[in-house]
């Protein structure tokens, strides 16, 4: 154990400063700050704000949360993000996806159990994206699947759809908070429940539904979305109709700050428990959420996002979040790019509208406008929000590239549907990556031998060895652990050829060696010796010398060789002739087998790559 704790302390020593995340990218924006682009900030900052707003409490009814949680998510998020994020254009605030996994999680928790948990879970999220930076683990979201992405969004969105129906058909005060956690319980009471709808709430969601879809068709410019919904809660107060569910006011009270409640230690553990999974779910999508939006604005702007230092924006954002506003921040596509859109220049955009969202969070606490909003006019405006989630043009790529694409798509598409989202979103990552390991781990394994002319030559399935005691095997590819059984298996059934006394395994084009697979390579090390036989190494790059050397099979493939005699069964590729390591593993083939049947030459053309 002692051992273990100082090679992991050894490998943090050895971690280079520059590899961390910058503490505040946003001094390079500053410094060279021009007045010019004051204009140009400051009404990108508005347009994003007018978005924000109503969006925030969007997002806070998909969760199932007071939407004071939503306008101060999209204030706080906004103003932290820009001082730690490498896109210029990045707002932060909720999205639809963190906050129905949120709902999907907790739907179950009372209110009082909520207000408890959610604080807490921000901050585990925040420190678990905090984490991921340090140790560069957002690059490992390269590896996730566009197609378990698209599957995810489009099960996300349908049930987002269904789940605003509640509100729309004025049904919602007959749901439980256990119901509608998946898709067929929520369908299923929905039919229930149908027969005591009211035509007022779904003629308002409806009538807004509409409404936004058709001034987005015509007038793309204006904030279309706070239009909408100043219209149409207009409208609702002149109608006065009965049936008609409205939000409750918010006061000055409500945005103090909010801490974890900690009434003892294993209460605390108990609660970081219960909440590591979906906490870990949210900072994974959070961060899968970050690093798609800014690859999508740096295809327009030819900026270069750093992945790790955006998770570590995810992470400070979180931390802000999670004693202010209590709701997931997620990097938000949809007002990320109307902010670049709007010709917002640096990340001041961003800070100027979570200054202006916190204005009007105040100014909000203070006039009561909160309760004219109609319930089910915010939910017609959520459906039309998840029905722009809907990529068909995505979702026909994934289904027609590949059947792999398409299995991954369809298969997380229906996790969404019956698994609550935490888990759906890593059996979709799961299945991708099996499906990945099963592609990558199969090392392509070609027989060689000289030809006339001195070239190496690949020997063709039908011909005969014209030394039948040596084969060199070039192995290509990776030896990973999901590899080296194949490996073994491969190179035992060239073994077993009666008449093969030595293999040379040319190994300048294997990469990633790990544990399982250096370990089968001493197991066939050791079958060879004990059928008098023989392995040598030939065209070892420095990668896998290390890592031959540091796990001791580079011991184990040199015994009976000796330094005096000038011998081994290791030979290290040289860039200046690439087959003379080939070369010098037959001559000590030659010397184990006794014989020098003849002149052993590897042409090398140096004008040649």
Same mark, same amino acid.
């Given at each position: 154990?002692?051992?273990?704790?100082?090679?992991?302390?050894?490998?943090?020593?050895?971690?280079?400063?520059?590899?961390?995340?910058?503490?505040?990218?946003?001094?390079?924006?500053?410094?060279?700050?021009?007045?010019?682009?004051?204009?140009?900030?400051?009404?990108?900052?508005?347009?994003?704000?007018?978005?924000?707003?109503?969006?925030?409490?969007?997002?806070?009814?998909?969760?199932?949360?007071?939407?004071?949680?939503?306008?101060?998510?999209?204030?706080?998020?906004?103003?932290?993000?820009?001082?730690?994020?490498?896109?210029?254009?990045?707002?932060?605030?909720?999205?639809?996806?963190?906050?129905?996994?949120?709902?999907?999680?907790?739907?179950?928790?009372?209110?009082?159990?909520?207000?408890?948990?959610?604080?807490?879970?921000?901050?585990?999220?925040?420190?678990?994206?905090?984490?991921?930076?340090?140790?560069?683990?957002?690059?490992?979201?390269?590896?996730?699947?566009?197609?378990?992405?698209?599957?995810?969004?489009?099960?996300?969105?349908?049930?987002?759809?269904?789940?605003?129906?509640?509100?729309?058909?004025?049904?919602?005060?007959?749901?439980?908070?256990?119901?509608?956690?998946?898709?067929?319980?929520?369908?299923?009471?929905?039919?229930?429940?149908?027969?005591?709808?009211?035509?007022?709430?779904?003629?308002?969601?409806?009538?807004?539904?509409?409404?936004?879809?058709?001034?987005?068709?015509?007038?793309?410019?204006?904030?279309?979305?706070?239009?909408?919904?100043?219209?149409?809660?207009?409208?609702?107060?002149?109608?006065?109709?009965?049936?008609?569910?409205?939000?409750?006011?918010?006061?000055?009270?409500?945005?103090?700050?909010?801490?974890? %409640?900690? *009434?003892?230690?294993?209460?605390? &553990?108990?609660? @970081? /428990?219960? #909440?590591?999974?979906?906490?870990?779910?949210?900072? =994974?999508?959070?961060?899968?959420?970050?690093?798609?939006?800014?690859?999508?604005?740096?295809?327009?702007?030819?900026?270069?996002?750093?992945?790790?230092?955006?998770?570590?924006?995810?992470?400070?954002?979180?931390?802000?979040?999670?004693?202010?506003?209590?709701?997931?921040?997620?990097?938000?596509?949809?007002?990320?790019?109307?902010?670049?859109?709007?010709?917002?220049?640096?990340?001041?955009?961003?800070?100027?509208?979570?200054?202006?969202?916190?204005?009007?969070?105040?100014?909000?606490?203070?006039?009561?406008?909160?309760?004219?909003?109609?319930?089910?006019?915010?939910?017609?405006?959520?459906?039309?929000?998840?029905?722009?989630?809907?990529?068909?043009?995505?979702?026909?790529?994934?289904?027609?590239?590949? %059947?792999? *694409?398409?299995?991954?798509?369809? &298969?997380?598409? @229906? /996790?969404? #549907?019956?698994?609550?989202?935490?888990?759906?979103? =890593?059996?979709?990552?799961?299945?991708?990556?099996?499906?990945?390991?099963?592609?990558?781990?199969?090392?392509?394994?070609?027989?060689?031998?000289?030809?006339?002319?001195?070239?190496?030559?690949?020997?063709?399935?039908?011909?005969?060895?014209?030394?039948?005691?040596?084969?060199?095997?070039?192995?290509?590819?990776?030896?990973?652990?999901?590899?080296?059984?194949?490996?073994?298996?491969?190179?035992?059934?060239?073994?077993?050829?009666?008449?093969?006394?030595?293999?040379?395994?040319?190994?300048?084009?294997?990469?990633?060696?790990?544990?399982?697979?250096?370990?089968?390579?001493?197991?066939?090390?050791?079958?060879?010796?004990?059928?008098?036989?023989?392995?040598?190494?030939?065209?070892?790059?420095?990668?896998?010398?290390?890592?031959?050397?540091?796990?001791?099979?580079?011991?184990?493939?040199?015994?009976?060789?000796?330094?005096?005699?000038?011998?081994?069964?290791?030979?290290?590729?040289?860039?200046?002739?690439?087959?003379?390591?080939?070369?010098?593993?037959?001559?000590?083939?030659?010397?184990?087998?006794?014989?020098?049947?003849?002149?052993?030459?590897?042409?090398?053309?140096?004008?040649?790559?």
């Amino acid at each position: 154990m002692r051992f273990f704790w100082k090679h992991l302390w050894r490998q943090i020593a050895r971690t280079p400063i520059d590899t961390l995340p910058d503490l505040l990218p946003i001094r390079h924006h500053i410094k060279g700050y021009q007045r010019a682009n004051f204009s140009y900030d400051f009404r990108a900052a508005l347009n994003v704000a007018l978005l924000a707003l109503p969006q925030g409490m969007a997002y806070a009814t998909i969760a199932d949360l007071p939407i004071v949680n939503g306008i101060l998510c999209s204030a706080i998020a906004a103003l932290v993000a820009p001082f730690f994020a490498s896109s210029r254009h990045t707002i932060l605030g909720p999205t639809n996806a963190t906050s129905f996994m949120l709902f999907s999680t907790l739907a179950t928790t009372s209110l009082a159990s909520r207000a408890e948990l959610i604080p807490l879970l921000v901050l585990m999220v925040a420190l678990l994206s905090i984490g991921g930076a340090l140790l560069k683990l957002a690059d490992l979201l390269q590896f996730i699947s566009r197609s378990v992405l698209v599957g995810y969004i489009t099960g996300a969105a349908t049930l987002i759809i269904f789940n605003q129906l509640k509100p729309l058909l004025g049904i919602a005060e007959l749901f439980q908070r256990s119901d509608g956690r998946t898709f067929p319980s929520l369908l299923a009471k929905i039919f229930q429940t149908l027969p005591h709808a009211a035509w007022q709430p779904a003629v308002l969601g409806f009538g807004a539904l509409a409404l936004f879809l058709l001034l987005e068709s015509k007038l793309k410019k204006l904030p279309n979305f706070a239009l909408t919904l100043v219209l149409v809660s207009t409208a609702a107060f002149f109608l006065n109709w009965d049936n008609i569910a409205y939000f409750k006011d918010f006061d000055l009270a409500s945005l103090s700050p909010s801490f974890p %409640r900690i *009434d003892s230690l294993q209460h605390l &553990l108990d609660q @970081i /428990a219960y #909440l590591l999974p979906i906490a870990f779910a949210i900072a =994974f999508l959070a961060s899968l959420e970050n690093s798609a939006m800014s690859k999508s604005l740096a295809s327009k702007t030819g900026d270069r996002p750093d992945n790790n230092q955006d998770m570590f924006a995810v992470g400070m954002s979180n931390l802000a979040c999670s004693f202010l506003a209590s709701m997931p921040a997620s990097g938000s596509l949809t007002r990320s790019a109307l902010n670049y859109s709007s010709g917002a220049r640096t990340p001041l955009a961003s800070l100027l509208c979570g200054l202006l969202c916190l204005a009007a969070t105040f100014l909000l606490a203070t006039i009561p406008l909160i309760s004219f909003i109609p319930k089910a006019a915010l939910a017609g405006l959520v459906i039309a929000i998840a029905l722009s989630l809907l990529s068909w043009k995505n979702i026909r790529v994934c289904l027609l590239s590949t %059947r792999g *694409d398409a299995f991954v798509l369809i &298969l997380t598409f @229906i /996790a969404t #549907l019956f698994f609550p989202l935490h888990i759906a979103i =890593f059996i979709g990552v799961a299945v991708s990556i099996a499906l990945f390991l099963r592609k990558a781990a199969v090392p392509q394994l070609v027989e060689y031998t000289i030809h006339d002319d001195g070239d190496l030559r690949e020997l063709g399935e039908k011909r005969a060895r014209p030394h039948p005691e040596i084969s060199i095997v070039h192995v290509e590819g990776d030896l990973f652990f999901g590899a080296a059984e194949l490996f073994r298996s491969q190179i035992q059934r060239l073994a077993a050829d009666p008449n093969l006394q030595v293999i040379i395994l040319r190994l300048k084009n294997a990469r990633h060696l790990d544990a399982t697979s250096v370990l089968a390579l001493a197991d066939l090390i050791t079958y060879m010796r004990d059928h008098d036989r023989h392995i040598l190494i030939s065209g070892t790059p420095r990668p896998v010398y290390r890592v031959l050397k540091s796990s001791g099979v580079l011991e184990l493939l040199q015994e009976g060789t000796s330094k005096k005699d000038k011998t081994s069964n290791l030979f290290m590729y040289a860039p200046s002739n690439p087959n003379i390591s080939t070369r010098n593993a037959l001559l000590r083939a030659q010397q184990l087998l006794g014989t020098k049947e003849a002149e052993i030459s590897i042409f090398h053309d140096p004008n040649k790559p």
